[in-house]
């Protein structure tokens, strides 16, 4: 299986709609991949806070056609990133009631809206995101014809009972985007491979680079084998990291070293294929 994950700068000097189109060309280019990954938050920048509310866009807005245009055109599978989210019930309000959300979307090879995923744990500590945003509920999974990828997105990465409930919900392929800031990008590696080693999983992690609103970006997109060990690594700046894995590994690992199976604490969280 060929995935690309393609990691980009966000600007401020980009207009949003220029940011769509290089996005979408960028995604055209990846023709011959299973699947493509980009970032969180792309379109505005995931700690241009001030943006939120004036930038959301519905689930069918100009990201979402851009998006499935681009998956039809380049006949891929393609992780959209995430963006935030003007929920259909929201009154205007830009506040954490529920309007906003940062959600993620998955289309197939056809262009069609397979999944949508509302980021969980909203990062912030009681500001920017963590109040301007609702808290998603479900866990999500998308099944393609190789694997099944298991949705999360940045913030989420610290908090593994998530990626617990993903694998019992059936993922193979944790598919993790990201605007992780620079001065915490040890944090980035170590958990991308945690989560990767204890789950038995791939683990397919796209960060942006630049700098968001005066915060510098990780960059160093990564995917990580069910072992833990780094099949790829981008560097700082913009870049497309493409790398070919083999799906079956995971069944292979789990059954040669089956320390799943040892699980003795569950996690009840509702659930939604």
Known sequence: MRASLI????SEGESVESRRRRMASLVRDQAGAD???LPELWTTGAFAYEGFGSEAEPLDGPTYEAMAKAASDAGVWLHAGSIPERAASDGGSATG???LYNTSLVFSPSGDLIAAYR??????FDKGEAVLMGAGRDLVTVRLPETTLGLATCYDLRFPELFRGLVDAGAETLVIPAGWPERRRAHWTLLARARAVENQAYVLACGTAGTHAGVPQAGHSIVVDPWGEVLAEAGAGEEVLTVEFDPGKVAVTREQFPALKDRVLGLDVPRRP
């Open 35 to 37: 699947l493509v990954v």
């Open 97 to 99: 009631d529920g309007s």
């Open 7 to 10: 990691q980009i700068a966000v």
């Open 119 to 124: 980021k969980i744990h909203r990062f912030g």
